[in-house]
């Protein structure tokens, strides 16, 4: 979330009490509409890969509403850090076996693991 400058935005994102669906759809309505009139910097947005920022930011609050709407279920998201792959055009820092060691990590969790966490690598890290 430190990718969006706007407090009001990371606020809205952060509230995990009234965090909806429909909340973030509302969000990512405004992002997409201030894109459209080139007002991302004037209304908070990041102007530094913006799509990115945002896709992210919203990702991670998604799984926390998902995990508050279905306690049963284990759900969390994974940053796997920097990997070298086609994608980066090989300009990554950590191997794909590196990489892979927080996806694995969490899909072996055991009943009762942590849900609605943000896991950078392998530990859990704010959002």
């Known amino acids: 979330m430190q990718r969006i400058p706007s407090e009001k935005i990371r606020n809205e994102l952060g509230d995990m009490e009234s965090l909806t669906e429909d909340k973030l ?3 990512l309505e405004n992002f997409l ?3 459209k009139a080139n007002a991302l910097q004037a209304n908070g947005w990041s102007v530094m890969l913006p799509s990115y ?3 992210k ?14 306690p049963e279920m284990c759900i969390n998201c994974v940053h796997p850090g920097y990997v070298d792959t086609d994608i980066n055009c090989h300009t ?3 191997t794909v076996e590196e990489g892979a060691r927080g996806s694995v990590k969490l899909a072996l969790l055991p009943d009762g693991g ?4 943000y896991f ?8």
């Open 114 to 117: 942590p849900t609605g966490c």
């Open 53 to 55: 920022s945002i896709s």
């Open 92 to 94: 990554g820092t950590m």
């Open 57 to 70: 930011a919203t990702l991670n609050a998604y799984t926390r509403v998902l995990a508050k709407k279905y």
């Open 33 to 35: 509409h201030d894109l």
């Open 120 to 127: 950078d690598r392998t530990e859990v890290a704010d959002f």
């Open 25 to 27: 759809d509302a969000i």
